[in-house]
T-cell receptor, first 113, second 110 residues
Framework: EAGVVQSPRYKIIEKKQPVAFWCNPI?????LYWYLQNLGQGPELLIR????????DSQLPKDRFSAERLKGVDSTLKIQPAELGDSAVYLC???????????FGQGTRLTVV | QQQVKQSPQSLIVQKGGISIINCAYE??????FPWYQQFPGKGPALLIA?????SEKKEGRFTISFNKSAKQFSLHIMDSQPGDSATYFC?????????FGKGTMLLVSP
């Protein structure tokens, strides 16, 4: 069974430029998460989807961050414009309905210069 | 407010020894407590997990001890191996959303 797939693995952009990350969850997993992981820290939730509905986006900085999960499968996280402080690893995870186990992708390491 | 506090920040254990990592939580509504292992450049991988109606869970060399009244849980790694060297995160789940501790960097010396 394929795991959570994220792309790209690495991205370097100049500040004020836009950037987008893509995630394909494990087949059959209705719940999809985007987490932010700063260096030396634990992951922090940005947004959680149940199917195509964003059920928890309270920690998403909506002035510059947006996300979508069309058709309840793949998801895209966008930052526009990026700031230096956005440099971090962006992790996508998925889980089955009612199950606590979340499975993570390898993440996208973003560097804003 | 940090809802899940993890200690120590780093840990050095000799090969064959026992590694112990502790976590404490605030919210009694948390209903699921997993531990994740993360190697450099990789995403966190689920290691072992426990629900609050159980006081202990063992899988191979990994054991979770859970103390509901004290709102604490810990990970024990028996017979620690150099391959266990990684960062370990405890987490607590509420409505399927995980809150993570800050992590413990474990180094197992040969």
């Amino acid at each position: 069974e394929a795991g959570v797939v994220q792309s790209p693995r690495y991205k370097i952009i100049e500040k004020k430029q836009p950037v987008a990350f893509w995630c394909n969850p494990i087949s059959g997993h209705n719940t999809l998460y985007w987490y932010l992981q700063n260096l030396g820290q634990g992951p922090e939730l940005l947004i959680r989807y149940e199917n195509e509905e964003a059920v928890d986006d309270s920690q998403l900085p909506k002035d510059r961050f947006s996300a979508e999960r069309l058709k309840g499968v793949d998801s895209t996280l966008k930052i526009q414009p990026a700031e230096l402080g956005d440099s971090a690893v962006y992790l996508c995870a998925s889980s089955s309905p009612g199950q606590g186990e979340a499975f993570f992708g390898q993440g996208t390491r973003l560097t804003v210069v | 407010q940090q809802q899940v506090k993890q200690s120590p920040q780093s840990l050095i254990v000799q090969k064959g020894g026992i590694s112990i990592i502790n976590c404490a939580y605030e919210n009694t509504a948390f209903d699921y407590f997993p531990w994740y292992q993360q190697f450099p450049g990789k995403g966190p991988a689920l290691l072992i997990a426990i629900r609050p109606d159980v006081s202990e869970k063992k899988e191979g060399r990994f054991t979770i001890s859970f103390n509901k009244s004290a709102k604490q849980f810990s990970l024990h790694i028996m017979d620690s191996q150099p391959g266990d060297s990684a960062t370990y995160f405890c987490a607590a789940s509420l409505y399927s959303t995980l809150t993570f501790g800050k992590g413990t960097m474990l180094l197992v010396s040969p």
